[in-house]
């Protein structure tokens, strides 16, 4: 089982026959791969490598000796001073043991490996794709941001070379970041046809650079024509005869003799501590130094001891079975074993590949251990493999995976761990700690209350800076004078903050009063869909300060509710300059970007949507880091412009009806370049003085004590919008469209649709007129009490999607701001 060629049968034999596929190329090829089938819509066959040390279990020094005699072919072909300024990229998964190996054999060569694992705080330095793969995204994630951007050569590893195009596809995104004169490839078999050959040739003289081939073996698969569809339609009969009899590849035959009870986990595995020296990086995820291989080399022989004293006296035959990127620690621990043990040892490592197994000689894959994957994978749960495993005899088996993975799903029954002591009469499991690289913030740490806003300090962190003993505000009418005569943006003052009559006050408890219910259910059933689709522990980040009181609902929702403590912060986004860069960069070091879930209070026209999609790809960009989904949860989308909303609805929240001493007594967010540096996230004030006016936490806890009665309400007005056609239709932005026209207004920047913009326009603007829809009820009591107060004409239509529709028009009202947040002028 452990040679391509095993008592005159080659393990390539089965396939070729039954399908036609043929290797055709140096004598080595037969001796170096086999053939298997896997369930793969973009290739049938895979090459089962017999020296890599994934699917074919094999002697460590021969895994680890083919690496490394290909890393001194690269030393020679550059020549020690090129070596001396080389950097190794390896390919996940197959090849992150093979490139380190290569490494080593160039001598002093840094290494760094693709991974499909993010690691929150870790920024990507580039990313590819893998054409024929069944997982395909490939991140790159150094501790270093510098590893990669020298001139020295990059020397590419993978297993092996098909088409060429992850090639492509890694150097043409790393080349346009990081450029250089040369390129080294290294596989241990070239199988690329001739015309894909020439488009490596003819790409490295597009880009000016030079790029090398070094493989340990070359040749051509040549494929029949309906190939891939014969070879479905195997692994589709094979497997279905598989699951009807229950061949080795599947069944788990019982336990035999005594089995040892020294881990109170489970009762036939031996937990083995490593003493893996601290901080000294499990393999090439975040890159792997010079300094870091001397510190390795010199712990091995002590780790390998400790293996070696699990073992029984009496084995003949050990395993010792890696973790599919975790492929080098495992590999250079057996391979140390192997010294120390008069018993043969063996290497190889789980997998994510699907491939068929039938136990045939001439196959590769002999048998299949299933088993659930186990280190949370970014792609969600799915099967994982261990070929060749299951049936070859061994008295032990050692799993090595690191902490990421030492999860209750790798202990359950059915896990790796209780699958392997179904085959082996002793197995062993050591732990690799999960290096992460740490990155101390020069960020400063969340503001909170009540040093920062009158909310409790768990409700809420502002990712903001503390603006409160500058003089920013202006009146209304200045303001806009200011910002239509010299071009400043609107961003870069504060309105006085408006001061609420006694009348206007007792209309604001009414309607607070008279919606709390509405409001709870809504809040209960946006934060059960982003529970069920967006994260079951999603991290709330409410764009401050209308989305903050919403967020903070939120949050106590999932406690009430779940028992969850969910973390909540504030951050800014200004119109036409986008969110605050620094506030994203502190949450991607703090938490996975993947959870982040952006909040707001209502859409109106859907501009800030488009504005935070916009941003989170210049982001992207600028930054390298990924994750951050644009998709906003709002309490009430009547522009109809998210997925993820409590009601589409157009009534008045009543935390619309106020300013800061609703929402924690906190300013709009301010953004100006003397006040606001590069490295500054945007600023905002605390308005102190208001508190005996302030109603922030009244409004929390008249909308949360409803919570208990509405319980049922949220369970079905959830499972109804869980079910539902929730993709946006932007009927506001068109409606909007349709007013700016009718209106002679001819922008959609001046059309403030919905309860809630309606109000800010009286409060903060000087508008021209608004729109009411003929019948609105007492969800319009506060406009039209601000509308009688400032003296604007409130007119009614008949046919409106909105309850009401505020209007600034740059005739009649100075500095009225457009889509940049400057004014336009007509």
Known sequence: MNNAVNNGVWSGSWVAERLGVQLVGDDELTELLGLALRRNPKRAHLLVSNVLGKHVPQSPSVVYGAGFALGRRVRELLGADEAARAVVLGYAETATGLGHSVADGIGSAPYLHSTRRPVAGVAPAGGFEESHSHATSHLLLPEDPGLLAGDGPLVLVDDEFSTGNTVLNTIRDLHERYPRRRYVVVALVDMRSAEDAGRLEEFAREIGARVDLVAAASGTVRLPEGVLEKGQELVARYESESAASGSRSSARPAPTGPRPDDN?????????????????????????????????????????????????????????????????????????????????VRYSTTTRSPVLAVDDPGYAIRSRI????????????????????????????????????????????????????????????????????ERPSMLPEPLRGPAFSSYAPEEVGWLLQDLSDVTLEAPTEEREEAIQSGGAHYAESLPVEYQPSEQYQALFHTALEESA?????????????????????????????????????????????????????????????????????????????????????????????????????????????????????????????????????????????????????????????????????????????LAGADVSVAFLDAVSARFPEVMDAVDATAKELLSADRAPTWEGWKAVERISEEYGIHDVNLVKPGVGETTRVLLRRVPWKILARAGAGADLDHVRLLAEQRGVPVEEVAELPYTCVGLIHPRYTRGATGADGKAVNV
């Open 264 to 344: 109170p986990t489970h009762p036939h595995i031996t937990r083995v501590d490593l003493h893996w020296p601290p901080g000294l990086p499990d393999g090439g995820r975040h890159g792997f130094t010079p300094q870091h291989r001397i510190r390795l080399e010199s712990a091995l022989p002590a780790m390998a001891a400790r293996l070696a004293e699990a073992l029984p006296a009496d084995a003949r035959r050990v395993h010792v079975l890696g973790f599919e990127e975790l492929m080098y620690a495992p590999l250079r621990l057996a391979r140390e074993l192997e010294q120390v043990v008069e018993a043969e």
């Open 370 to 437: 299933v088993f659930p994957a186990h280190d949370n994978p970014a792609d969600g749960p799915g099967e994982r493999y261990a070929y060749n495993v299951a049936g070859a005899g061994f008295d032990a088996v050692i799993a090595v995976v690191d902490s990421v993975a030492d999860t209750p799903e790798l202990h359950a029954p059915d896990g790796l761990l209780d699958r392997l002591a179904a085959h082996t009469p002793h197995a062993v499991l050591a732990v690799v700690p999960s290096y992460v690289p």
């Open 517 to 689: 219910a509405r409001l709870a259910q809504a809040v209960g059933a946006v934060t059960e869909i982003v529970l069920a689709e967006r994260s079951p522990r999603p991290v709330l980040v409410s764009l401050a300060r209308a989305g903050t009181p919403v967020g903070v609902l939120m949050r106590r929702w999932a406690q009430f509710r779940h028992g969850l403590d969910l973390p909540h912060y504030a951050v800014s986004i200004v119109r036409g300059r986008g969110i605050d860069a620094n506030a994203l960069r502190w949450l991607a070091e703090h938490h996975d970007p993947r959870d982040v879930v952006f909040v707001d209070g209502w859409t109106g026209k859907g501009a800030i949507t488009r504005e935070l999609a916009a941003a989170l790809e210049e982001f992207e960009q600028s930054d390298g880091i990924t994750g951050f989904d644009p998709e906003i949860a709002v309490l009430a989308d009547p522009g109809s412009c998210v997925r993820t909303y409590g009601t589409r609805d157009d009534y008045l929240v009543p935390s619309a009806c106020l300013n800061s001493t609703v929402s924690g007594l906190i300013s709009r967010t301010v953004l100006r370049a003397d006040l606001v540096g590069p490295n500054d996230y945007h600023g905002a004030k605390f308005y102190r003085e």
